[in-house]
T-cell receptor, first 113, second 115 residues
């Protein structure tokens, strides 16, 4: 069965610093991978998705992620953090033939002024 | 375009009581999902509907949870009787179709506290 592991339940960076949120997946077949963001008291919003096209995927709000099959990773990055990036981030996996999204446990991102 | 609507936003009940949540998906979206998000965890799919038919309810605790989508539009999720471990945020999501690339749009959720 497919699964995702997010390394680090909390990440704290300074405003303007690089953001790196880690996600590793487990799947016996090529996966589709997603990053979602959740602001307090709101639902999840799709940041970006990998669907077997380009391995470097650009999303909203300046975020991007790179699919690395050899490392079974799909880490999320942003070159320069902004205070508004403070939120919870979830990595998720979905495979052909399986309907459901399987989410990681989430990483809470804090931005220090 | 209006998003996914959910009500109520917050609910506090005693254990063994019943509770119901309502979801209205984005207009035209055939697929509707209910997720349970326990504090500190990622969302877990409880049930998926395609129009008014159930596609996947493998993780729904059927002894106490039920859901319906009678007219293929809005949906209700019920818990009867509630247990302490049911305290969570219940998220509803919808997508145009159930294809792997179809984006799921999430509502704001209902936060349930069971005392």
């Amino acid at each position: 069965a497919q699964s995702v592991t997010q390394l680090g339940s909390h990440v704290s960076v300074s405003e303007g610093a690089l953001v790196l949120l880690r996600c590793n997946y487990s799947s016996s077949v090529p996966p589709y991978l997603f990053w979602y963001v959740q602001y307090p008291n709101q639902g999840l919003q799709l940041l970006l998705k990998y669907t077997s096209a380009a391995t470097l995927v650009k999303g909203i709000n300046g975020f991007e992620a790179e699919f690395k099959k050899s490392e079974t990773s799909f880490h999320l990055t942003k070159p320069s953090a902004h205070m508004s990036d403070a939120a919870e981030y979830f990595c998720a996996v979905r495979i052909q033939g399986a309907q459901k999204l399987v989410f990681g446990q989430g990483t809470r991102l804090t931005i220090n002024p | 375009e209006a998003g996914v609507a959910q009500s109520p936003r917050y609910k506090i009940i005693e254990k063994r009581q019943s509770v119901a949540f309502w979801c209205n998906p984005i207009s035209g979206h055939a697929t509707l999902y209910w997720y349970q998000q326990i504090l500190g965890q990622g969302p877990k799919l409880l049930i998926q509907f395609q129009n008014n038919g159930v596609v996947d309810d493998s993780q729904l605790p059927k002894d106490r949870f039920s859901a319906e989508r009678l007219k293929g539009v809005d949906s209700t999720l019920k818990i009867q009787p509630a247990k302490l471990e049911d305290s969570a945020v219940y998220l509803c999501a919808s997508s145009f179709r159930q294809g792997i690339q179809d984006e799921q749009f999430f509502g704001p959720g209902t936060r349930l506290t069971v005392l």
